[in-house]
């Protein structure tokens, strides 16, 4: 094999693993991006307060929990 062989082989090699890294990179761009806007919509929904009757229901529902769902307390 031949010196300038190697060097063509080298030179192709770092230049797919450049290609490699780029598109890693432009994942990671993207992926970042799509977290930022994903953020950016729900963070208002976050700070929103529990409508009244879907707090109801929870009660109900921890209560149902305690005795069992019998009605009968638990000991």
């Not at 094999?1 to 190697?6: F, K, P, T």
């Not at 994903?38 to 009757?53: C, I, K, S």
Request: proline share 3%; aromatic share 2%; no cysteine.
């Amino acid at each position: 094999m031949s010196l300038s062989s190697v060097r063509q082989r080298t030179e192709k090699l770092s230049t797919e693993d450049n290609n490699d890294r780029d598109k890693a990179r432009a994942v990671r761009a993207r992926q970042r991006a799509i977290g930022r806007e994903l953020r950016r919509m729900f963070d208002g929904v976050v700070n929103e307060p529990v409508p009244d009757d879907f707090m109801d229901l929870l009660h109900k529902i921890d209560e149902s929990g305690e005795t069992g769902g019998s009605g009968k307390k638990i000991s």
